[in-house]
């Protein structure tokens, strides 16, 4: 067991738990390669919790040939469905049309593409429409499009829990044999025969060398970083940082539907249904150099977001509407593009080492939506340098925790839990089933009242879930399980935090934290 003063050399040490290093360490651990991985915060403390939350091929990527992407993205939609059928779901995007944007047959014939690049089972394909008495224009209890907006389009791609999705990839990986810590930081690495030799710290300040054969550099915004400060390394490969921020305001508008907006500088804006009683709008595309782990929203930003939104609905949204905001920064490659929102959303992988030498593999770029098939193309290039096999792809039919419902039927999965627990509020029902799938089972353990899942913190977090996320899914803080676990920080009543945090830290007996450190997972 690594940190037990065991050297014994472990195949592949991964930094980063972001989406990119908890998909690399699923698939890696599922072809039988040991494996640790070291994430410096919390899973997904960075851009995997920033992101817009699509699982979308990206029509707008489409104007920028970007083809390859949009057709692996397009084709991840309905695996991922199957999946994690819990935390991705289906979602309708209605996407205004006025003589002042692109043309409609542009926007038609982008769509046709997008319908066709990629095999459907489960999406409907897009249709044209007349708003008249469509929801986004017509519903008498809400905010709709203003009158202009007569004719638009709609088309399907779904939604994802990001945080939770990288949670899932770690305990697969964990529950197959790999060993995940959070909270430690790679603190260099260099080669010395066929290994890393590697210098890891955890939060406490303590140290510990690793033995790798090979290191995956999965470091998101982070990934020069790691290569010039940690490794000494002087790569060509630079990553270009983009940031993009979020505003979250009160719902918006009814209907279970999103859209997207166009602005008039070509850039698209998206409006969420989010979290049941909000609308989630964004993205800004602003050139970074700056800290990754400070990343904050501006008030241009902000303003940007509003006008985005404002100039298509009736009732302006304005920045005291906000109720909370997000920024991340995208680890782009740097494909030396003119602007911001230009630069590729591809991936590119590199590898170096082999012949006696250990490898090497930095990840540049990516997206949440394609993370598994970029976890496939990395072993499939990483394993040749170790000498072997790379075997093959096993990741695209296999459930992660929680989505193995029959048929991927999530609807029927909640009524089942419904009937089952009959005395417990069906909305913190549905909830658990979101957020665990066939595992919120464990979190309810035979409960027959509310009382019997322990304190209550409000919004429908008990004691029992938040022993669960402590003991399955790395959770150490308050703000883990708030923000990165679940939204409940959305829900939940203003002391919740402090309570939390007590819960989590009590006085007298043995810090929770340092019982999570080594879980099965
Ligand atoms: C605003 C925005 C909107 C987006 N929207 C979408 C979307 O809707 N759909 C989509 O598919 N994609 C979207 N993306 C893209 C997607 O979020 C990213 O491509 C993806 O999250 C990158 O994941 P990652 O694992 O590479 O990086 P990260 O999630 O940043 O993970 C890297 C991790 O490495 C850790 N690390 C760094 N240095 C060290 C060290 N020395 N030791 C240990 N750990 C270290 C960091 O703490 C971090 O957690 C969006 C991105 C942004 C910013």
Redesign the pocket.
């Known amino acids: 067991m690594f940190g037990s003063g065991d050297e014994k050399p472990v195949d592949l040490l991964i930094?980063?738990?972001?989406?990119?290093?908890?998909?690399i360490a699923r698939d890696a651990v599922g072809r039988g390669l040991s494996v640790l991985l070291?994430?410096?915060?919390?899973?997904?403390?960075?851009?995997?919790?920033?992101?817009?939350?699509?699982?979308?091929g990206?029509l707008r990527y489409l104007e920028y040939y970007e083809f390859r992407l949009v057709r692996e993205?397009l084709m991840e939609r309905e695996r991922l469905l199957n999946m994690a059928p819990h935390i991705i779901w289906p979602l309708q995007f209605v996407l205004p049309h006025s003589r002042e944007q692109r043309p409609a047959w542009m926007v038609r014939a982008g769509l046709f593409l997008y319908d066709h690049l990629a095999k459907r089972e489960r999406l409907p394909a897009s249709k044209s429409v007349r708003f008249g008495l469509h929801a986004a224009s017509a519903h008498p209890a809400s905010n709709t499009l203003k009158p202009e907006y007569k004719r638009g389009f709609t088309y399907a791609d779904c939604w994802?829990e990001?945080s939770r999705l990288?949670v899932l990839n770690a305990m697969d990986a964990a529950e197959r044999g790999a060993e995940i810590l959070t909270r430690?930081?790679?603190?260099s690495a260099r080669p010395e025969g066929a290994f890393w030799q590697a210098v890891?710290q955890s939060e406490d300040g303590r140290e510990e060398q690793i033995a790798a054969r090979a290191l995956v550099n999965?470091?998101?915004?982070?990934?020069g970083?790691?290569l010039s400060a940690?490794l000494g390394r002087n790569n060509a490969k630079t990553v270009r940082m983009?940031?993009?921020?979020?505003i979250i305001v009160k719902r918006l508008y009814e209907g279970a539907f999103a859209f997207i907006l166009q602005n008039p500088d070509k850039r698209i804006v998206?409006a969420v249904p989010y979290e049941n009683d909000f609308t989630l709008i964004?993205?800004?595309?602003i050139p970074y150099d700056a800290d990754?782990?400070t990343v904050a929203i501006t008030p241009a930003e902000t303003d940007y977001l509003c006008e985005s939104v404002s100039r298509y609905f009736r009732v302006p949204v304005t920045p005291a509407d906000v109720v909370k905001t997000y920024?991340?920064?995208?680890?782009?490659y740097d494909d030396h593009a003119e602007n911001a929102s230009a630069v590729t959303?591809d991936?590119v992988l590199d590898v170096e080492g082999g012949e006696g030498q250990p490898a090497l593999l930095s990840?540049f770029?990516?997206?949440?939506?394609?993370?598994r098939k970029l976890a496939e193309h990395a072993l499939e290039k990483l394993l040749p340098a170790m000498g072997r096999e790379p075997g093959a792809g096993w990741t695209a039919t296999k459930p992660l925790p929680g989505g193995d419902m029959p048929g991927a039927d999530f609807d029927a999965f909640v009524a089942g839990l419904i009937a089952a627990y009959p005395a417990l509020p069906a909305n913190i029902l549905r909830r658990l089933a979101r957020a665990y799938g066939t595992r919120a089972t464990r979190i309810l353990n035979g409960a027959q009242t509310l009382a019997d899942l322990g304190e209550d913190f409000g919004g429908g977090l008990t004691a029992a879930e938040v022993d669960y996320l402590v003991a399955h899914e790395w959770a150490r803080t308050a703000e883990d399980i708030l923000w990165r676990r679940s939204k409940l920080s959305l829900h939940v009543p203003a002391d919740a935090a402090e309570r939390l945090a007590a819960y989590l830290n009590p006085p007298s007996a043995a810090n929770p934290a340092e019982r999570s450190v080594r879980q099965a997972g």
């Open positions: 930094v980063g738990g972001g989406i990119n290093g908890a998909g070291v994430e410096q915060h919390d899973l997904a403390a960075h851009t995997s919790s920033a992101s817009t939350k699509l699982v979308h990206g993205a994802v990001d990288v430690t930081k790679l603190i890891i999965a470091a998101g915004p982070w990934v970083e790691i940690k983009v940031k993009g921020s979020h998206f964004g993205t800004t595309d990754p782990a920024s991340g920064v995208r680890p782009l959303r991936y990840v770029g990516g997206k949440i939506t394609t993370f």
